[in-house]
Structure formats: C-alpha cells, structure tokens
C-alpha cells in the first residue's frame, strides 16, 4: 500500500483560511465517540448550541450546526428559505456574494444582484434602493469576503429589511468570532459560518442560528421524513428542495423531539464545541480586539515592506490584508518559495484580482504576535530574492511600532 | 462558562452505527492541517482517491469524498443524476429505501417504488419487471440497510441495467468495508458510503464513486462557479439544483484543474484516508471474513440467550443482527440499563419495527471476540434482572462455539 501514516508538513497557515487549527481543537477532535442518542451525546449538543448563541451574539433558540463545510451552511439557509420563484437581491462586493447568487439559482429563486466594484462595500441607502425596486423576500449578505479582504457593514440593514418586511441573510464565514458580529441587535435573521477561519477549527462544521420569523418560513415547508413518520404527522405542503439541507427536519433532530435526520459528525462537533469554547474563554470583544491588532501590525508591516493595500480600508476585515503584488513580481513563484523555504503559507486571489493581489490572513489561532512577524521577516527575505527593493527589517519594525503604541 | 473540555464517557458502541472509532483514526485526524492548495494536501487528495478505489473494487477516476454525513453522498448522487422529471425506480425494504424516495422526490424527479415487507429482499426478476414497466433513467437501490439488517443482492442488477439502458445507483453505506461489495464487477455506476459503520470511522464524510457513464451524466449537467469563471468556460444547460452537492464541480475540484468548490474538510480526509489504510493493510477479502466470523458469533450467541432473530437469514448482512424483544420485556428499558450499568450501547428501531426489534451490529473496529464477548454477557445479566429466562451463559457459550469452530 503506498500511503504510509498522515504526516503533515509543518505549516503556518497565514491565507485567507483554512488556517491552522489551535491545538486545543485537535485535541477535543480526537476523543472517542458515544451513540447518537447516548445523554452525553444530546448533553453535548445542547451545549453546543448555547455556547454558539454567544458566539453569534443571539438568544435564537434555533442555533446548531449544519454537517458540512461553511457552503453547505449557505445552502441549507437558501434552500429552506426560498421556494422556486421567490425573489431575493444580493448585493455583491467578491466572489461570495456570486456564491450567493449561484446558489439562490439553484434553488430556483428569482435572484437580483447588485454590485460594486471589488474592494468596495455598499451604502445602506443603495440596497434599500434596491429593496424598494425589486421588493424581495430576503436579502442575502456576505459580511467578510476574504477574496476582497473588505466588509460590508450591516449594522443598519436589520432595520431596512425589517420595515420592508424582508428576512436577512447572512454568511459570516470569515468574520465571525474576529470580527464584531451582533445577530440579534443588527436583527439578521439567518446567519452561518464555518470553524476555518476566525474560529480557529477545521472546515466541516457550519454553525448557522434563525430568528423565530425565519424558523416559522422554514417549517411551513418541512415534514417528517417519509421512512419515521408516525401517524398524524402531518404532509409536505411545498417542500424543501433538498433533505439532507431541509433546516425543518435539522431543527426537529437537534430539538427536543430528536427526531432522527442524518447521523451527527460527532467529531466535527466535538471540534466545533472546543472553537467555541476557546473564543468564549478569552471573551469575544477581546478575541475581536486580538484580531484587529493582528490585523492592523500585517497592514502596517505590509505597508513597510512597500506594499500597497488592496481595497477600501475604511471597511477592511480584521484578519484579512490584501495587498498589490509589486509589478515585475511573480506572485505565485513568492508564495512558493514562502511555502517551501519557510513553511509559510499566504494566499492567492480569484477572478479579476488573481496574480494581482496577496491574501494575508492574522487569523484565530494565528493571530499572534509571532505569526505576524515571523511572516514579515520571511516574506521581506523571499522579497528581496525576488529582486524587490525591501527596507531592511521595514515589515517588522512596522508590525512591532503597532504592538508598541497598543502595549 | 458551563461546558467543560470534552470528556466522552467510555463506550462500547455496538448498535447499527456510529460505533466506537478506530483509535489510528482519531490519531489520523488530530494532524495538523496544511493549506487547501498545497502539495500535501492535493497528494493526500490523491492518495485518498487511491485508496478509494480498491476499497470500492473499481478503476473509476471518478472516486472521492462528499463534504458531509453518509446522507450528503447519496443526495449529491441522485441531484446531480436526476433531473426534474426523470424517471427513477427505487426497490424499497427499509427505512433507507423511503430516504431514497424522499431525497429523489425533492429531486423533482418522478419515483416509482417497489415494496417487500421489511426483513425482506427483492429477487432480480422483480426488478427487472419493475424496470421493464417503469422504464427508469435511475434505477436507486440501498445495500443494506440496517433497519432491517438484510442485504440486498445486487450481484445481477448491473447487467439488468445494462440491458435496459438505465443508471444503477446503490447506497453501501452500511455495508462497504465489511461485507463483499465489487462496483466494477457488479456493473455498479455510482455507490456511496460513510466513515460510521464498517469502516471504523466518525461520520462525516462520504466517500463515492461514479462510472465513466455517470460522469458522463453528471458532467452534461455542470459548469463552472460564477465566482471563479474564466472566459470560454461553457455556460450552463440543464443546470443541476444544488450547488454544494454538484458532482460535476466537486470531481473539478478532486480532479486536475483543482477548480475551488468548497474548502475541503480535511480533518474529515484525515480520518477517512485512515480508515481506507486500516482496511486496506487487513485486506478487504480477511475484514469481510471477520466481520462474517464476529456476526455469525453474535447472532448464535443471541439465539442462546433465547432471542429470536428478525429478518431473512439467508440474506442477513455480516455486521448486524436483528433479535426480537422478547414478550413483556420493555425494549428501551434494557438498552438504558445496558448503557447506564455497562456502558454498552445496543439499538433501536424505526418504523414498523419500533419497539419489537433490537438491532446489534458487530462492525469495523467493534467486529472483534471481545466486544461480541462482553455485550452477551452483559445483556445476559441485563435481561434476568428484567425477568426474562436466560439460559445461564448461553451467549457467551453459543458465541464460543462459532469461533472454536472457527479456529
């Protein structure tokens, strides 16, 4: 057999994600299994969703983790939310927000999209604007969208939708738990994320959380499964286009009813469990503010070694910088030499920015003070091989300028 | 902060799954992650498929994860096959056959089922009627299925398929790694599976393959992200409704041109490479004898403490046995003791079959003499103190007697 035994390469993982997972996670992923009923096993759930009510900053009781990768979150809110020929608008900033769109589309909806150019966000008058014209039922979001590195605030979109009575949605994938994320102050009805990125874990969990107005959208159209279904349960009405997404039967799983659905990745939840508990130790205003550090000593660093910035800072991520790789400069053959001679991993881009701009991500457990500068230091050696002209030490002695004034 | 590190009490896990995971696997799944793009992880990609294929028995190319439960496997199978309308027929002998119904009805496919009484299996001329009057693009069938605890044939379905012109799909879920399963052989297009019964892994993850004539399928119906298109990429057809489970985009993913679909879960990769290594270092062939050896010593042993067997013997699967409880006895009242005083889990049942049927599986890791050993004596004790007439060791003694026939 040629596969000898996983032996991962060290890595320090400053992409845009994945990013290395803390150790505290791998640990928690590796305790043994119990049944999918055994008390320990609805005990764990239970506490899962508390601890993940905290972390999305929401009394939702309807706050669990859907078994898939942070786009299978995506999924499961698009199909449970929206019926063939429903209308939704996206307001699309980087290649999330064509994610969005794409799989509005498959689930048949009426999608509308508008943009901005990427780098930007939008104003909040510009997608009430657009809610007035196209009057949808929902409005789906990205809050970070790491191929950009830019956010779209939403503090003041709750409200809009609220007053056209339309549900909000958002993907918070790459912001929450390093980023400020207010669930139920900003009233989104619909949130997911993955454990990939600020989250510190692997991908494969996709924590998500509903507004009691968003469940009751969802269980007008669930049912119970045809293989469980007990006399008097009621018939589908129109139904979810999907099961393994249907958010009415998930609901009804890890509700007190336990009604069976799929059977619960409980390791992924073991190490979904361990991410928030991590975030919740340290408290998440003081992990947003460890990512903003982080974030802002790469910015400065990057800005030392005379890298421009790429997007509208006023609106960057915490713990995603985007910078122009320099002219003349083979962006991939850097990143190579990052990776093989100092086994530093930052990342490329997609669509209209690739081979133009660098992705650096400060990110969960990466976000340190030693990742940071040990990043610059290596990137400013792997620069100057490259014929750049760097200023000797610029990105660490500018990281370090940014840990002073803040120490 | 109420949640504690995880500390799973100890489990001897011998329901119909999840049960108790190999501990190389949760050693293969705290390693460190790498970057989604970097060597390591697309040669893992690779090796993994490797393995795959001979744990499958097939030359498909087409061999590779789904991000999510076993469920996610089969869904992504019939949504990227179906389209609304096709024809697809499903023999149905358990509660998975009425999963199959389900998923492809939402499909918008146009199902037809055939029913046996549960415990039952089909002989291929039935189906083959079945096909005949149906005249099915799909013919969607599961293996075994562990409500019942029978397998069905599947030995003369490919060439029936064949005959006709129809796709064969079959969910080996519950049965791959443990019982004789040859795609290639069989004329089988598509299978999947997950990591949770005989393969000794958590759920998670879905390991499928396709046939060149699925892919075929499947690849009529993709195309390529919005997000990450490039001039010239084909724009769609006939577009397949999901994007997450779009097999077409996920194997450009596992494929040459590594296009981004999802993050991948790599933990999940992790653990589901080192269940195929496990398996695959004992050799499909010698895991099938075993877990034939452990359950045919599990099913003498019940029938020596009295229990009846449920199901069709002739066609029983390896790895679980069906025993009715007996008259009088409260069926879940045992299990509890069993869990609560021995840690011991046995399980339930659905459906019709709720509270009349225990179901004990004998599979991946647990497939060995001293978990068949430990649950008889213990559900021995079990029973007396519940009232029943125990033959005084008559487990234990009846397993025994398998396996010094055995020696």
Redesign the interface.
């Known amino acids: ?3 000898g ?7 320090l ?1 400053m ?1 845009p ?5 803390h150790p505290r996670v ?11 009923y ?1 008390p ?1 096993m609805t005990t ?1 759930m239970t ?2 969703q ?2 993940y009510r905290e972390v999305f900053a929401t009394a939702n009781d309807a706050t669990l983790l859907v ?6 979150g995506i ?1 499961a809110a698009l ?1 449970s939310l929206l019926a063939p020929g429903d209308r939704v608008l996206v307001p699309r900033f ?6 969005l ?3 509005a ?4 909806a009426e999608v509308h999209a508008i943009d901005v150019p990427w780098g930007q966000v939008f104003v909040p008058e510009a997608i009430e604007a657009a809610i007035r014209e196209v009057r949808p039922k929902l409005l789906a979001v990205v809050h970070g969208d790491t ?1 950009t590195t830019v956010a779209q605030p939403l503090e003041e979109l709750g409200a809009i939708c609220r007053a056209h009575d339309v549900l909000l949605y958002c993907d918070a994938t790459a912001t929450l738990g390093g980023n400020p994320f207010r669930t139920d102050e900003w009233g989104v009805d619909v949130v997911t994320a ?1 454990l ?1 990125k600020c989250l510190g874990g ?3 969990s996709s924590p998500i959380t509903l507004s009691g107005r968003a469940v009751a959208v969802v269980e007008a159209r669930t049912s119970v ?4 279904r007990s006399e008097g349960d009621p018939v589908l009405r129109e ?7 249907d958010l009415g039967q998930i609901l009804q799983y890890w509700g007190p009813k336990r009604l ?9 939840l ?2 979904a ?2 991410c928030a ?1 991590i975030l ?2 340290e408290g998440v205003a003081a992990a947003v503010a460890r990512h903003r550090l982080h974030g802002e000593a790469m910015l400065a660093g990057m800005q030392g070694l005379g890298l421009a910035p790429f997007g509208d800072l006023a609106h960057r991520m915490t713990n995603v910088v985007g910078v122009r790789i320099p002219d003349g400069v083979h962006g991939d053959a850097v990143r190579s030499e990052l ?1 093989e001679d100092y086994g530093i ?1 930052i990342g490329t881009s ?2 209209p920015l690739h081979g133009r701009v660098w992705r650096i991500g400060t990110m969960g457990y990466n976000a340190r003070r030693d990742a940071v500068l040990t990043t610059l230091a290596a990137l400013e050696a792997v620069l100057r091989r490259h014929g750049v002209r760097v200023p000797t030490a610029g990105g660490t002695e500018a990281a370090q300028d940014v840990y002073g004034a803040a120490a």
Chains 1, 2 share one sequence.
């Open positions: 057999m040629p596969a035994p996983i032996d991962p390469p060290a890595r993982l992409g994600g994945p990013i290395t997972v791998l640990q928690a992923m590796s305790a043994q299994l119990v049944g999918q055994d320990f764990t506490e899962t508390e601890l078994d898939g990768t942070s786009r299978a999924e199909v980087g290649r999330f927000g064509h994610l769109v794409e799989i589309e498959r689930c048949g191929s993955g990939q692997p991908s494969g499964e045809a293989g469980i139904r979810i286009r999907s099961n393994y997404f069976n659905h799929h059977t619960e990745a409980t390791t992924m073991y190490g469990r361990e508990r919740l130790e990776l991993e997609f669509g």
